[in-house]
C-alpha cells in the first residue's frame, strides 16, 4: 500500500506532519544533572551553517556521526552524558543531562565537554545554565539558599507535582543556576518541566537582547526629535529661498529614522516574541506560592516586564517620529509645489504677453506683406500687358496696370485672410 499510494502525498506531508514530532522533550528521570548553553549565531544569514560546524566538530571529537545539514534536532546518547540539540533562527541550544547522585553545582555535565570545542563558543553564548533535578520535596534536602549565591529567590511550587527554585543570575562560574524538586511527578513530567524552565530562561535572555538596542536608540531619537521641532518652527517664517533648505533638511532627518528604524525594527519585534513565549512557558507551570519568596510570574513581572515596556515604548516612539517627519514633509513639499505653480502661472503668462505681441507684430507686417506681394504681381500683370500691346490686343497698358492694382491687392488680402483662418480651424 506504502508503494501504490505514497505518489498521492502533497510532497510537504510528511515533513509538516513531523514537525509535531521534531523537537521531542528530554527523557529525565530525578536524580539528574543538566547543563544547558545557548549559542547565538553570526547573523540571521548563517547561523545554521555556524551552528552544524560547531555541532560536527563535536561529535567528531567523540567518533560520533553529525546529523544531516538540514535538520533542526539532533539527540544521542555519548555515554558519559546525553546530548539534545535544537537549532532556531537566532541561536542554537544544547542540553548536556547526566544522572548523579550527588545534587551539587561543582560537579555538571558540561565538564566533559572538550575545553578546545568550548573555546570556540567565545563571545557567542547567550544563555549558560545549570539545573539540578532532585527527588524530593524541600523539607527532605538541604537549604535551598546555600546552593544559589543571590540574595533574592523565586520558587513555587508547579505542575501540583514539583518545586521551582532559582535565583536567575549567572554565579560566578558563569551558569545560571535551577533547582527543581519531583515531588510526585509522573514519566516525562521531570523532562517537559525542566524544558520548560530552560526555555523561560533562554527567551528571556533573548528578549532582553532588544534592550541596548532601545538603550542606544534614544539619544538619536532625541536629536532627531529636537531638529524636527526646530525645522517645523521655521516653517512659520519660512520664504521662497529658505523651503529649499528647510525640505533638505527634513528629508535627511527622514534618512535617519528610516535607518534607525532598519536597524532595530527586527530586533524590536523578535524581543516581543520572546517575551510573549516567556509568559507563555510561565502560565505552562501554573505556580503555586511557597510562602515568602515570589513567584517566577512575580520575578519576570518586576524585573523583565519594564525592559520590554521600554523596547515597546522606544519602537512606538520612533514609528510616531517617522509620522511626524512624513508629515512635516509633506506639509512643506505642498508649500513648495504651490510656490512652484504661482511660479509657473507667471512664465504662462509672460509666454502668452509674448505670443500676444509676436501676434501684433505679425498683424502690423502684414499690411507690409500685401503690399509687396501686390507690387510683385502687378509687375507680373505689367509684363503681361505690355507682351499684349505689342501684339496689339491692348492700346494703354499704363492705365490698365493702374486699373489692376486695387483688383490685386484686395485680391491678395482676402487670399491671406482665407489662409489665416483655415490655420485658426487647425
Known amino acids: 500500500m506504502t508503494l501504490v499510494f505514497s505518489s498521492l502525498n502533497h510532497p510537504q506531508r510528511v515533513p509538516l506532519a513531523a514537525e509535531l514530532h521534531s523537537r521531542p522533550i528530554l527523557k529525565l528521570r530525578a536524580p539528574e544533572l543538566v547543563s544547558h548553553l545557548a549559542v547565538f549565531g553570526h547573523?540571521?544569514?548563517?547561523?545554521?551553517?555556524?551552528?552544524?560546524?560547531?555541532?560536527?566538530?563535536?561529535?567528531?571529537?567523540?567518533?560520533?556521526?553529525?546529523?544531516?545539514?538540514?535538520?533542526?534536532?539532533?539527540?544521542?546518547?555519548?555515554?558519559?552524558?546525553?546530548?539534545?540539540?535544537e537549532l532556531h533562527s537566532e541561536f542554537a541550544t544544547y542540553t548536556f543531562a547526566e544522572r548523579a547522585e550527588a545534587a551539587s553545582f561543582e560537579r555538571m555535565?558540561?565538564?566533559?565537554?572538550?575545553?578546545?570545542?568550548?573555546?570556540q563558543l567565545t563571545g557567542r553564548v547567550m544563555v549558560a545554565a545549570h539545573v539540578i533535578l532532585r527527588k524530593g520535596g524541600v523539607e527532605e534536602h538541604a537549604p535551598v539558599f546555600d546552593l544559589f549565591e543571590g540574595v533574592s529567590l523565586a520558587a513555587s511550587r508547579v505542575m501540583h507535582c514539583a518545586e521551582l527554585c532559582s535565583d536567575f543570575a549567572i554565579a560566578s562560574d558563569g551558569f545560571a543556576r535551577f533547582v527543581v524538586n519531583d515531588v510526585n511527578m509522573r514519566e516525562q513530567q521531570a523532562g517537559r518541566l525542566v524544558q520548560r524552565v530552560l526555555e523561560i530562561e533562554t527567551y528571556r535572555?533573548?528578549?532582553?537582547?532588544?534592550?541596548?538596542?532601545?538603550?542606544?536608540a534614544v539619544p538619536e531619537l532625541n536629536a532627531v526629535e529636537k531638529e524636527l521641532a526646530e525645522a517645523t518652527g521655521a516653517l512659520l517664517a519660512s520664504d521662497d529661498t529658505t523651503e529649499q533648505a528647510l525640505l533638505q533638511?527634513?528629508?535627511?532627518?527622514?534618512?535617519?529614522?528610516?535607518?534607525?528604524?532598519?536597524?532595530?525594527?527586527?530586533?524590536?519585534?523578535?524581543?516581543?516574541?520572546?517575551?510573549?513565549?516567556?509568559?507563555?512557558?510561565i502560565d505552562e507551570l501554573r505556580e503555586e506560592r511557597i510562602e515568602g519568596v515570589p513567584t517566577v510570574a512575580e520575578f519576570m513581572e518586576r524585573r523583565l516586564?519594564?525592559?520590554?515596556?521600554?523596547?515597546?515604548?522606544?519602537?512606538?516612539?520612533?514609528?510616531?517620529?517617522?509620522?511626524?517627519?512624513?508629515n512635516s514633509n509633506d506639509l512643506l513639499r505642498t508649500r513648495v509645489g504651490i510656490v512652484q505653480e504661482t511660479q509657473n502661472r507667471q512664465i504662462?503668462?509672460?509666454?502668452?504677453?509674448?505670443?500676444?505681441?509676436?501676434?501684433?507684430?505679425?498683424?502690423?507686417?502684414?499690411?507690409?506683406?500685401?503690399?509687396?506681394?501686390?507690387?510683385?504681381v502687378v509687375g507680373l500683370i505689367g509684363y503681361a500687358?505690355?507682351?499684349?500691346?505689342?501684339?496689339?490686343?491692348?492700346?494703354?497698358?499704363?492705365?490698365?496696370?493702374?486699373?489692376?492694382?486695387?483688383?490685386?491687392?484686395?485680391?491678395?488680402?482676402?487670399?491671406?485672410?482665407?489662409?489665416?483662418?483655415?490655420?485658426?480651424?487647425?
Open 249 to 281: 533638511q527634513i528629508t535627511l532627518l527622514a534618512a535617519r529614522i528610516e535607518k534607525l528604524s532598519l536597524d532595530n525594527s527586527y530586533r524590536f519585534a523578535a524581543s516581543k516574541a520572546y517575551f510573549r513565549l516567556v509568559n507563555a512557558r
Open 205 to 216: 535572555m533573548m528578549a532582553l537582547y532588544g534592550l541596548p538596542a532601545a538603550q542606544r
Open 385 to 426: 500687358v505690355k507682351g499684349a500691346k505689342v501684339l496689339g490686343w491692348v492700346a494703354n497698358p499704363d492705365a490698365l496696370m493702374g486699373a489692376a492694382v486695387p483688383f490685386v491687392a484686395a485680391a491678395v488680402w482676402l487670399a491671406l485672410r482665407s489662409m489665416h483662418r483655415r490655420l485658426h480651424r487647425h
Open 348 to 376: 504662462l503668462q509672460s509666454m502668452n504677453a509674448r505670443a500676444a505681441q509676436q501676434l501684433r507684430l505679425q498683424q502690423a507686417v502684414e499690411g507690409l506683406s500685401v503690399a509687396a506681394i501686390s507690387y510683385y
Open 109 to 119: 555535565p558540561v565538564q566533559h565537554v572538550p575545553q578546545d570545542w568550548l573555546l
Open 43 to 85: 547573523g540571521r544569514g548563517d547561523n545554521a551553517d555556524a551552528q552544524h560546524v560547531l555541532l560536527m566538530d563535536l561529535c567528531r571529537h567523540f567518533g560520533v556521526a553529525a546529523p544531516a545539514r538540514d535538520a533542526n534536532h539532533f539527540f544521542h546518547d555519548f555515554g558519559r552524558f546525553r546530548l539534545k540539540w
Open 305 to 326: 516586564a519594564p525592559a520590554m515596556n521600554t523596547c515597546e515604548a522606544v519602537a512606538a516612539r520612533q514609528d510616531a517620529l517617522a509620522r511626524r517627519i512624513a
